[in-house]
């Protein structure tokens, strides 16, 4: 930044000389000042006192600034108002330079370089010589001297770095010791401790609860992973108000559900016709609970009813890949798979099964061209033939069939819940949600995204963040009641409605992804 040199006049003390002149000066950037990091500037308050001179002139003494990197000290700055003796002073800032050199071992020196400046002059010279080694004016403070191009190489930000790397070299130590070879002889230091068999086995036994990997041991702690607690429960609220006092704004105005009884997500998914083609956004922080909420909510909390009229399919993004050209399939086929899933009853390999999944292309083929050849059964077949297997082959047919089937045909909402995709990196972040926006658009089903709070703060004004239209809610247990399901900070974004941008009807949805 510049240096607004103040005009002689201005400095009426010694105190207008250190704030007015010398610190302004010791920010500025060159070639303006000395370019000091306000970080490495020490004030008077945190300058440690010394003794100084001998006789009737010993005193207690500390400079108006000490510059400092990596805790070595490497300027001193004495100030004095305008008419001031600056040899005097200048003697004093070496007198305080050795005292302070002397706390370090011999022949480091570390203090090395003196200001005393008055206003009127500033003298700059070594802590071990007397006279000083430049002598500026106050006209010489211009971005246009010499001098002062002189003085920035002899103390400005570069000259103190490259002393610090000097310094830096000759005070490290030319060995290393391992803190085990510093303790006992060598019995001790060869002693090895034994492998913890208590710890490996419970890490191994446990890994399912404390990192579960299946959807049926994320299922299985969602449903039992919560404990009751009246102690804990009287700190909820309180914490609660805290944070969401300290939250965004946009968090401070969202409605609030209660996770032991969510009638609001419960109306909501009671709707399914009006949840497909959505996109319903989970807000939370890294390791805020996002996935274990969802799991709650669809094992526990849901009500029976609800729960009935879902299909839920867990798809993992932290094994998609990152492509464009590959992440569709594999939403794809993770759909088709996940389905299947769902409905172990059924054999996918029987022609029934397979009939009514695809239902849909066959009854195309029935009222279309199929209606030629009622008269040959043989032929018919072959045809029908035909149209079920282009469609089994065909994977993107595949899944809308499976979609429409096990959800619209059964009166159901598919409910596709992309866990993990905010474990990854921010660019793949908004590659997941860009993949959410086409499997929002192509598939009859709710799709539920988990995704970083920095991450929606930062892009939610920007593609593809942009598109998406929410309505804000926070998870919360009701006043008074015991604890029974987990307390989840983070915020549920539905794209099924919003007072800001009003109902998300077909022709807001962005179009299909090539």
């Not at 399919?313 to 990152?322: D, E």
Request: hydrophobic fraction near 40%; include cysteine.
């Amino acid at each position: 930044m510049p240096f607004d040199k103040p005009k002689l006049s201005e400095l009426l003390n010694e105190s207008d000389v250190e704030q007015k002149l010398v610190l302004p000066f010791l920010l500025a950037e060159k070639p303006y000042g000395l370019g000091i990091a306000s970080e490495s500037i020490i004030t008077k308050r945190n300058v440690r006192k010394f003794v100084i001179d001998k006789g009737a002139k010993q005193k207690s003494y500390f400079p108006d600034y000490l510059i400092v990197k990596t805790n070595l000290p490497l300027l001193i700055i004495e100030a004095k108002e305008r008419g001031a003796d600056l040899d005097e002073a200048f003697r004093e800032a070496r007198l305080y330079a050795a005292e302070m050199n002397a706390m370090f071992p011999a022949k480091l020196n570390p203090l090395g370089r003196v200001i005393a400046v008055n206003g009127d002059h500033l003298f700059a010279g070594y802590h071990d010589q007397a006279k000083p080694h430049l002598i500026l004016s106050y006209a010489d403070i211009d971005a246009y001297s010499d001098k002062l191009s002189a003085l920035y190489d002899f103390l400005g930000s570069d000259a103190l770095e490259n002393e610090c790397v000097r310094l830096s070299a000759l005070i490290k130590p030319e060995r290393y010791w391992k803190p085990r070879r510093l303790v006992g002889g060598a019995s001790v230091q060869s002693d090895v401790v034994g492998n913890n068999s208590f710890g490996a086995t419970i890490s191994a036994d446990l890994a399912h609860v404390f990192n579960p990997v299946r959807r049926a041991d994320g299922a299985y702690v969602a449903r039992e992973g919560y404990v009751p607690s009246i102690r804990r429960d009287r700190y909820v609220e309180p914490i609660d108000q805290v944070m969401r006092a300290s939250t965004p704004g946009f968090y401070a105005d969202a409605k609030l559900i209660n996770t032991g009884d969510p009638s609001e997500i419960s109306r909501t998914l009671s709707a399914p016709r009006q949840l497909e083609h959505q996109v319903l956004l989970i807000i939370g922080g890294a390791g805020a609970g996002k996935t274990t909420f969802i799991d709650r909510l669809q094992e526990v909390t849901l009500s029976k009813e609800v729960r009935d009229r879902t299909v839920w399919v867990h798809i993992n993004m932290n094994t998609a890949p990152i492509s464009n050209t590959e992440i569709y399939n594999y939403l794809r086929r993770e759909i088709v798979s996940g389905l299947r899933a769902a409905y172990p009853e059924l054999d996918f390999e029987k022609f029934d099964t397979l009939q009514s999944v695809y239902s849909v292309e066959a009854n195309r083929f029935r009222k279309g061209l199929g209606k030629l050849l009622e008269g040959d059964p043989e032929r018919y077949n072959a045809e029908l033939y035909k149209t079920l297997k282009e469609a089994d082959a065909d994977l993107h047919s595949k899944a809308i069939c499976h979609c429409s089937h096990f959800g619209t045909e059964r009166n159901k909402l598919v409910v596709l819940v992309l866990d993990n995709c905010d474990k990854r990196t921010l660019d793949e972040q908004l590659l997941m949600f860009e993949a959410a926006q086409w499997v929002q658009t192509e598939f009859r089903a709710l799709v539920v995204l988990p995704l970083r709070d920095e991450t929606y703060d930062n892009f939610r004004e920007k593609p593809p963040l942009d598109t998406a239209l929410i309505v804000l809610v926070r998870p919360r247990r009701s006043p008074g009641s015991r604890m029974k399901s987990p307390k989840t900070h983070l915020s549920i974004c539905s794209a099924c409605a919003s007072p800001k941008h009003g109902p998300h009807t077909k022709s807001q949805r962005p179009p299909p992804m090539e």
